[in-house]
């Protein structure tokens, strides 16, 4: 399996945990929840929130298809139903209904943990939430779960959540820049490639089971 891990499926993985991860759309809910703190305490929350999504996601790549295993769900199982959860995911993209969805998340945070909101909304559900997880399983499954597919997928994780972390340090310039126009053209453009990579989980899924002949995608 380690010959079919090539430059091709790395950008797939890159793009994929970034359309998922989403590091433009969280910033301007980091900016909500650490409103009225200083530069170094915003600093300190963003990467405690990143390092605690980053160890929640790793986990959860390494040890979630042994945990499907052991309540008895196969893994093409997992690649349709994960292709569907992203499949859905990209349509609250399409249709503007995830930003509501993270904010809905933002003022329960706000509310809840004001202080510090770096685990909860933060680390989760806003970076490692449920379709970063299943993306994280479905990623090794397609990597092979080698030792050598799950340190690249893992790798290509933590360089989105670096990116997230980037995204949390440039909030106030990138929302200025973008403007609610851009954010909305960069969001309908992400969720439209996010559908289509979603449907391939779906049709890999289908391949292993004998549903569909093989397909060349992931």
Same mark, same amino acid.
């Given at each position: 399996?380690?010959?079919?891990?090539?430059?091709?499926?790395?950008?797939?993985?890159?793009?994929?945990?970034?359309?998922?991860i989403?590091?433009i759309?969280?910033?301007?809910?980091?900016?909500?929840?650490?409103?009225g703190?200083?530069?170094?305490?915003?600093?300190r929350?963003?990467?405690? /929130?990143?390092?605690?999504?980053?160890? !929640?996601? #790793? @986990?959860?790549? =390494?040890?979630?298809?042994?945990?499907l +295993?052991?309540? %008895?769900?196969?893994?093409?199982?997992?690649?349709? /139903?994960?292709?569907?959860?992203?499949? !859905?995911? #990209? @349509?609250?993209? =399409?249709?503007?209904?995830?930003?509501? +969805?993270?904010? %809905?998340h933002?003022?329960?945070?706000?509310?809840?943990?004001?202080d510090?909101?770096?685990?909860?909304?933060l680390a989760?559900? =806003?970076?490692?939430?449920?379709?970063?997880?299943a993306?994280?399983?479905?990623?090794?499954?397609?990597?092979?779960?080698?030792?050598?597919?799950?340190?690249?997928?893992?790798?290509v994780? =933590?360089?989105?959540?670096?990116?997230?972390?980037?995204?949390?340090?440039?909030?106030?310039?990138?929302?200025?820049?973008?403007?609610?126009?851009?954010?909305?053209?960069?969001?309908?453009?992400?969720?439209?490639?996010?559908?289509?990579?979603?449907?391939?989980?779906?049709?890999?899924?289908?391949?292993?089971?004998?549903?569909?002949?093989?397909?060349?995608?992931?």
């Amino acid at each position: 399996m380690l010959e079919l891990i090539d430059n091709a499926f790395v950008i797939t993985a890159f793009v994929t945990l970034f359309v998922v991860i989403d590091p433009i759309g969280t910033a301007p809910l980091f900016l909500a929840l650490t409103q009225g703190m200083d530069a170094a305490r915003r600093r300190r929350i963003g990467i405690r /929130a990143c390092v605690i999504a980053a160890i !929640l996601l #790793a @986990l959860f790549g =390494l040890a979630g298809e042994d945990f499907l +295993r052991f309540i %008895g769900i196969s893994m093409p199982a997992f690649q349709i /139903a994960g292709g569907l959860l992203l499949f !859905l995911t #990209a @349509l609250d993209m =399409l249709f503007d209904r995830r930003s509501q +969805r993270r904010q %809905g998340h933002a003022d329960e945070g706000e509310g809840a943990l004001a202080d510090d909101p770096s685990v909860f909304p933060l680390a989760m559900p =806003l970076i490692a939430g449920p379709g970063a997880m299943a993306t994280m399983v479905l990623l090794i499954g397609e990597a092979g779960r080698t030792p050598q597919g799950m340190g690249l997928v893992t790798g290509v994780m =933590l360089a989105v959540i670096t990116l997230v972390l980037i995204a949390f340090v440039l909030a106030a310039p990138i929302e200025r820049l973008l403007r609610r126009t851009g954010t909305m053209v960069m969001t309908r453009l992400f969720g439209l490639l996010l559908a289509a990579l979603s449907v391939q989980f779906v049709l890999n899924g289908a391949s292993a089971i004998g549903i569909l002949p093989s397909t060349s995608g992931l």
